[in-house]
């Protein structure tokens, strides 16, 4: 039996037949070793695609609040390769990512953000809740 890995989870899957030899397929002329690394890599490409500024911005914060990972670290893994992301740059105590949307983001080292749309203005990371409604 497979050893389960830590911050992983097991999960059984009904699939049709079609789409398991879709994967299949894609396993073997990726050059991948296992169906599951398949699997794992196309729903990795599949959410990405339906990331926003926010999302990726707060994956990225995830790994260095919670102390998971480095700033560099976090920033390499969320931001690197990732669809969305046109660019990246790294200063020492921070980093600024441009996305194919036109929001640019800063993050520094302390998890401070800092974004404009792509009309230059400032958005905030957190979205406020709607004000209640005013029907009576």
Do not use: C
Request: glycine content about 6%.
């Amino acid at each position: 039996m497979p050893r389960e890995k830590a911050g992983a989870q097991r999960k059984v899957y009904m699939l049709a037949t079609d789409l398991v030899e879709r994967i299949t397929d894609y396993q073997r002329l990726s050059g991948m070793q296992s169906e599951v690394e398949a699997v794992r890599e196309l729903l990795d490409e599949a959410l990405n695609a339906h990331d926003d500024w926010r999302t990726i911005t707060n994956r990225f914060l995830s790994g260095i609040r919670f102390g998971h990972e480095t700033f560099r670290e976090s920033a390499k893994k969320v931001l690197v390769g990732h669809p969305l992301v046109d660019s990246v740059i790294f200063e020492p105590d921070y980093v600024v990512f441009e996305l194919a949307t036109g929001e640019q983001i800063r993050v520094d080292n302390r998890g401070n953000v800092d974004a404009t749309n792509e009309d230059g203005q400032r958005i905030e990371l957190s979205q406020e809740p709607l004000p209640p409604s005013q029907d009576s």
